[in-house]
């Protein structure tokens, strides 16, 4: 079945440092992809999405592109801040359910 | 106004019980879900409900039903409580046709003792 691969956390960083989160996906065709972010004693919220190979998505500073050759849809950001502290999730559309990764967990330090 | 709100937020409760959880949306979505999230952070989804069908995560124990009194309400009733029943449970909605942009509640913290 369909599936997504995410690093494994805990990823500490300092303020202002570059931030790439690794995930990968296992489908059949071509879904769409999506980040969501937990913060801390909250439910997820959608970050951004990306519905087409080469598609970027972007939000908040956050950005991700869809590469189809490399199945991949690595979440980046130049310059993190304390307040995106928060465990971050790669999903895919399979059965119009979606499927997430495992979560990693991003803590930046001031 | 809470767009997906869960009630409680926190359950604690023997094994062996019977418990329930409210979960409620205002943004006129007509499906909705219901994932559990273990200590490691992983999400796994339970349940999806609309009001055409039902689909069952086939991992997911008969002990565990959903209950839908309407199009707003989506209850989870867990039925001989056990240890391995502690997570946190969490529900969400979406319109049809957009059921990648889920909207999700806050979260229950069920701890079975």
Known sequence: GDSVTQMEGPVTLSEEAFLTINCTYTATGYPSLFWYVQYPGEGLQLLLKATKADDKGSNKGFEATYRKETTSFHLEKGSVQVSDSAVYFCALISARQLTFGSGTQLTVLP | ?113
């Open chain 2, 1 to 113: 106004d809470t767009a997906v709100s869960q009630t409680p937020k926190y359950l604690v409760t023997q094994m062996g019980n019977d418990k329930s959880i409210k979960c409620e949306q205002n943004l006129g979505h007509d499906t909705m879900y219901w994932y559990k999230q273990d200590s490691k952070k992983f999400l796994k989804i339970m349940f999806s409900y609309n009001n055409k069908e039902l689909i069952i995560n086939e991992t997911v124990p008969n002990r565990f039903s959903p209950k839908s009194p309407d199009k707003a309400h989506l209850n989870l009733h867990i039925n001989s409580l056990e240890l391995g029943d502690s997570a946190v449970y969490f529900c969400a909605s979406s319109q049809e046709g957009a059921s990648y942009e889920q909207y999700f509640g806050p979260g229950t913290r069920l701890t079975v003792t």
